[in-house]
């Protein structure tokens, strides 16, 4: 399918363009006789779909699609990541600390213009950036300040932070290739940014920004060979932070990524109306526990239509005559369509970045609009909300996010990167008060 219609529009179009049809008004096509030319002849639906108005106890709390903020990852750098090398400036004396195994204190990481005989301090960082599929908007690196000396300016350290140009080993003894460092000109590396870290911030976290490094190390644009800090400025001028070794782990060097959504979801049902969540992610529903969403299926949410009401004992009922259409959720390649005696008529669509997918059960027999290999846009019709397969019980989508074919909650991918409306997965939760309802921008 191609372009991105309304699901009105399927409805009128799709008997005329695949012999299918979104409408249970239509008749399945006979695959044993040649495709017939029907002229275009429009046809109203048969079977109208205007939901009933809830009634008043059941008023639409609407949530808004909101900013994602909180998709962050840390990671802690180890002793090999991050340390400092002592060097005595071209002065042809190579003393032989290596990284993170030097000086009198391995538990703070020194940046110093003037130590004795011209010598230098300063902390190198280099940390693997692998696994971070969605694209990152922001990069910390973050340091607790131990001391900073304003001995020879007013109020703290300046610091550079240069990216290094050529490959380099941490464990590797002073020396080559360390030599460099007594070019005249500092060929290894190229500052990228400067800053100022104030002798107030002693005893408190200080964020360097190294989204630009970190960004360009995604991109492939820059090597990844780390990144140096440095004091600029007066002689004296000096500040430590905690190292990987400090002695309190909750003080050592970390990184904080924030990301971009690396897949954005619009709900697989129609704007213009209010759906209710039978299922939660995890399994929650107002049954109890729905032991169909565990493991694999942990990211699923059940959705059925805005006329469901519960029962006294709690069990969803649904407007079975109204026909709803699954619409794709985003963008991508449908990769399975078939029915399983547990799933009833289901579709799966693979998106980009790859290994995200999505997966629609239950639905009706013989309406199914897709075939396997089909690209669909988001909103394109994939057929019509039912009630098939053993695990429904009531007339439902079943709709799942899956990443590498998996769905279980240590997924991380999944609840970082993927939104659902500009929103987690994890936000969407039934109400068993019956007033809870999503809305949907598909078309
Ligand atoms: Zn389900």
């Given at each position: ?191 990228i940014d400067n800053y100022w870290v104030e002798t107030s911030l002693v005893g408190q976290w200080y964020s360097f920004d190294i989204t630009e490094p970190y960004q360009k190390w995604s991109s492939n644009e820059w090597d990844n060979y780390g990144l140096m800090f440095e004091a600029r400025g007066w002689f004296g001028d000096f500040a430590s932070f905690a190292s990987a070794q400090y002695p309190d782990e909750s003080k050592r060097p ?88 547990a799933n009833g008529n289901y579709v799966v669509i693979n998106h980009e970045p790859e290994g995200y997918s999505t997966h629609y059960l239950h639905m009706q027999d013989d309406l199914l609009v897709v075939n396997a290999g089909d690209y669909v846009n988001q909103g394109d019709c994939l057929g019509i909300m039912g009630n098939t397969g053993d695990f429904s019980e009531g007339v439902h989508l079943h709709f799942g996010v899956k990443w ?40």
């Amino acid at each position: 399918m191609s372009g991105k219609r309304s699901w009105l529009v399927v409805l009128f179009a799709l008997p005329l363009t695949l012999g299918q049809s979104c409408s249970e008004s239509l008749e399945s096509p006979d695959t044993s006789e040649p495709p017939v030319v029907v002229p275009p002849v429009v046809v109203p639906p048969v079977t109208p779909p205007p939901p009933p108005p809830p009634p008043p106890v059941w008023q639409p709390k609407i949530f808004e699609p909101v900013e994602v903020t909180n998709k962050s990852s840390k990671r802690v750098l180890t002793a090999d990541e991050i340390g400092y090398v002592w060097l005595i400036y071209c002065s042809g004396i190579l003393s032989p600390p290596t990284i993170d195994q030097h000086g009198p204190d391995p538990t703070a990481l020194r940046v110093d213009t003037n130590g004795p005989i011209a010598s230098y301090h300063n902390i190198f960082c280099r940390f693997p950036i692998d696994g971070q599929s969605g694209e990152v908007r922001t990069a910390l690196l973050n340091l607790f300040c131990l001391e900073d000396s304003s001995e020879g300016s007013d109020d703290g350290t300046s610091i550079g932070i240069s990216r290094i140009l050529e490959d380099w080993d941490p464990k590797r003894n002073f020396g080559e290739p360390w030599t460099l460092f007594c070019e005249p000109e500092w060929s290894f590396s190229e500052t990228i940014d400067n800053y100022w870290v104030e002798t107030s911030l002693v005893g408190q976290w200080y964020s360097f920004d190294i989204t630009e490094p970190y960004q360009k190390w995604s991109s492939n644009e820059w090597d990844n060979y780390g990144l140096m800090f440095e004091a600029r400025g007066w002689f004296g001028d000096f500040a430590s932070f905690a190292s990987a070794q400090y002695p309190d782990e909750s003080k050592r060097p970390w990184v904080l990524t924030y990301h971009q959504p690396a897949l954005q979801l619009k709900m697989p049902l129609p704007a213009g109306k209010a759906w209710v969540l039978t299922v939660e992610a995890g399994g929650e529903s107002c049954l109890g526990f729905d032991k169909h969403h565990t493991g694999r299926n942990f990211y699923s949410l059940d959705f059925s239509y805005s006329s469901a009401k519960y029962d006294s004992d709690g069990k969803v009922r649904t407007s079975s005559e109204a026909v709803v259409p699954i619409l794709a959720a985003a963008d991508g390649v449908v990769s399975e369509v078939g029915k399983t005696s547990a799933n009833g008529n289901y579709v799966v669509i693979n998106h980009e970045p790859e290994g995200y997918s999505t997966h629609y059960l239950h639905m009706q027999d013989d309406l199914l609009v897709v075939n396997a290999g089909d690209y669909v846009n988001q909103g394109d019709c994939l057929g019509i909300m039912g009630n098939t397969g053993d695990f429904s019980e009531g007339v439902h989508l079943h709709f799942g996010v899956k990443w590498n074919n998996d769905g279980t909650k240590d997924v991380s991918q999944l609840t970082n990167e993927v939104t659902l409306e500009g929103r987690p997965l994890q936000d969407f939760k039934v109400n068993c008060e019956g007033n809870n309802y999503y809305t949907s921008t598909n078309q």
